[in-house]
C-alpha cells in the first residue's frame, strides 16, 4: 500500500481501541486507564486538546469525554487527524494520552518530518514490510528510538530521550530500536 493508504485501516482501529478504554479508578477490575499525576497537568493536557479543536486538527476520539462524571485527574484517548507540522499539538510535548496523527505521502516526506522536529524520543512506524523500513530509515532518522509496527515505547525500556526531548546528563542507553539497545550518539 502507498504511505497514504494505510492511515484509514490504521485510524480506524486506534479509535475503535481509544474509545473502548476504561478510564478510571486504577485499583478497580476492567480500568485500563488511570489519572493524570495532578490537576494542573491534566488541566495542562486539555488545554493542548483545546488547542488541537482551535488549529483545525480533525477530532477522531475526545478523551474530554471519557472523563466526564468522574472525581480526579482524568482523561482519556485523544485522537486527531490532519494534524499539520505547525500546530501547537505537533510542536510541543504534551506528556498525555493525545496522538497527533502528521500525513505524509512518502517514507522521504516522513523521514524529513521526523528530522525537522526539535525533539526526539520517538519514532513508530507502522509497515507490512519491517526488514525493508529498517533498512531505509535505520541510520536516517535522528532520535532516540525507532520501533517498528508497535505504538509507544514498552515500559521496561530504559528512557533518556533525544534531542530537546534528553532527560539528564548523558544518553546512557544510546539510540534504540524496538526492543534492542544500540549504543550510537547522532
Known amino acids: 500500500m502507498p504511505v497514504g493508504d494505510v492511515a484509514e485501516p490504521l ?3 486506534l479509535v475503535k481501541k481509544a474509545k473502548a478504554v476504561e ?3 486504577g485499583m478497580k477490575s476492567g480500568v485500563e486507564m488511570g489519572p ?3 490537576g494542573d497537568h491534566r488541566n495542562k493536557v486539555v488545554g493542548y486538546i483545546e488547542k488541537g479543536f482551535a488549529e483545525g486538527a480533525k477530532p ?3 478523551g474530554r469525554e471519557a472523563a ?3 472525581d480526579g485527574f482524568f482523561v482519556g484517548p485523544t485522537i486527531f487527524d ?3 507540522p505547525q500546530m501547537t499539538i505537533a510542536k510541543e510535548e504534551i506528556f498525555g494520552p ?3 496523527v502528521i500525513r505524509v505521502k512518502s517514507l522521504e516526506d516522513a523521514i524529513d ?3 525537522s522536529s526539535k525533539f526526539g524520543n520517538t519514532t513508530s512506524i507502522f509497515t507490512g514490510d519491517e526488514k525493508r523500513a529498517r533498512l531505509r530509515i535505520e541510520d536516517r532518522v535522528r532520535n532516540g528510538r525507532r520501533e517498528y509496527r508497535v505504538a509507544a515505547p514498552m515500559a521496561f525500556f530504559p528512557f533518556s530521550g533525544w534531542k530537546q526531548s534528553f532527560f539528564g546528563d548523558l544518553h546512557a542507553h544510546g539510540r534504540m530500536r524496538s526492543g534492542s539497545i544500540r549504543s550510537r550518539r547522532s
Do not use: E
Open 11 to 13: 485510524l480506524d482501529l
Open 23 to 25: 478510564v478510571g479508578d
Open 36 to 38: 493524570l499525576v495532578t
Open 60 to 62: 477522531l476520539c475526545d
Open 68 to 70: 466526564k462524571g468522574k
Open 82 to 84: 490532519n494534524v499539520t
Open 98 to 100: 493525545v496522538l497527533s
Open 113 to 115: 518530518l521526523v528530522n
